[in-house]
């Protein structure tokens, strides 16, 4: 099977009104911890819509010690880095502008695909990721890793180059591997859109029988021992089933 341990995510539906502060508040909770415990926090931005308030928010908090972080990505369009799409830009603006990280390790965007696979691969390191903050497309896709994707089954690589279905096409992308050694993964999800697929990739948690193929890259994503946590707001968990008192 795909997953020899299985710790089931911890699933938070954020109050009305709150997603971005509330989400932004345990994010920079468990980076403390990380640099409390560890004495670092390696973290990796995803891109998208959803996370650039909570971005906004994090930036704002200036109890962080961010000069023990170090900023990775989980995955890139390959695009200028001024381009409107690019994950680093979104990243810039709402948040590294904002703070002065240790480190800011951005994704290649100038090597042929497969070369900024190897060089971003090298940049990582074998250390795990302690924090890593993705989201999901309404396709269950989550960083770069879309359904039926050949980057799914990739077991040795960190960092793949891959295609999506949606422009911009080329991208990197963590591998499954790489997510799944991660100290902790956030998924943000948020809007009405979402719910459906959501309560797909989380039926398992609620009691469903645990189907889980590369038609739900979200679904693979259960780090094996570390922690794993959905961060919903009241739309995106709407279609949740209550769960059943134990
Ligand atoms: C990317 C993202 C991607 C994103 C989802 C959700 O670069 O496209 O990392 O995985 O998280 O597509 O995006 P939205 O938040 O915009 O719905």
Same mark, same amino acid.
């Given at each position: 099977?795909?997953?020899?341990?299985?710790?089931?995510?911890?699933?938070?539906?954020?109050?009305?009104?709150?997603?971005?502060?509330?989400?932004?508040?345990?994010?920079?909770?468990?980076?403390?911890?990380?640099?409390?415990?560890?004495?670092?926090?390696?973290?990796?931005?995803?891109?998208?819509?959803?996370?650039?308030?909570?971005?906004?928010?994090?930036?704002?908090?200036?109890?962080?010690?961010?000069?023990?972080?170090?900023?990775?990505?989980?995955?890139?369009?390959?695009?200028?880095?001024?381009?409107?799409?690019?994950?680093?830009?979104?990243?810039?603006?709402?948040?590294?502008?904002?703070?002065?990280?240790?480190?800011?390790?951005?994704?290649?965007?100038?090597?042929?695909?497969?070369?900024?696979?190897?060089?971003?691969?090298?940049?990582?390191?074998?250390?795990?990721?302690?924090?890593?903050?993705?989201?999901?497309?309404?396709?269950?896709?989550?960083?770069? /890793?879309? #359904?039926?994707?050949? $980057?799914? &089954?990739? +077991? =040795? *690589? %960190?960092?793949? !180059?891959?295609?999506?279905?949606?422009?911009?096409?080329?991208?990197?992308?963590?591998?499954?591997?790489?997510?799944?050694?991660?100290?902790?993964?956030?998924?943000?999800?948020?809007?009405?859109?979402?719910?459906?697929?959501?309560?797909?990739? /989380?039926? #398992?948690?609620?009691? $469903?029988? &645990?189907? +889980? =193929? *590369? %038609?739900?890259? !979200?679904?693979?994503?259960?780090?094996?021992?570390?922690?794993?946590?959905?961060?919903?707001?009241?739309?995106?968990?709407?279609?949740?089933?209550?769960?059943?008192?134990?």
């Amino acid at each position: 099977g795909l997953a020899m341990t299985r710790v089931e995510p911890d699933v938070h539906v954020l109050g009305p009104d709150r997603f971005a502060a509330s989400a932004a508040t345990r994010i920079a909770q468990m980076m403390a911890e990380s640099i409390q415990t560890r004495g670092s926090c390696r973290l990796a931005l995803s891109g998208g819509n959803t996370p650039a308030p909570v971005y906004r928010a994090l930036g704002g908090r200036d109890e962080l010690d961010w000069s023990a972080v170090d900023v990775f990505w989980s995955d890139e369009r390959l695009v200028p880095r001024d381009d409107p799409a690019s994950n680093f830009r979104l990243a810039t603006e709402s948040l590294l502008q904002l703070v002065q990280p240790r480190q800011v390790v951005p994704m290649p965007v100038d090597l042929e695909p497969g070369e900024a696979a190897s060089d971003y691969e090298r940049a990582l390191g074998a250390e795990p990721l302690d924090i890593v903050l993705l989201g999901m497309g309404t396709d269950g896709h989550t960083a770069s /890793l879309f #359904p039926g994707s050949e $980057a799914l &089954d990739d +077991r =040795d *690589a %960190r960092v793949a !180059a891959t295609r999506a279905p949606v422009p911009p096409h080329a991208r990197l992308t963590l591998t499954l591997r790489t997510l799944n050694e991660a100290r902790t993964v956030v998924f943000l999800v948020a809007g009405a859109a979402k719910a459906a697929r959501v309560a797909d990739v /989380l039926a #398992p948690t609620f009691g $469903a029988p &645990d189907v +889980r =193929d *590369a %038609r739900l890259p !979200a679904a693979l994503v259960r780090p094996a021992s570390g922690r794993c946590l959905w961060l919903l707001d009241a739309a995106a968990g709407s279609r949740l089933p209550r769960k059943e008192p134990a």
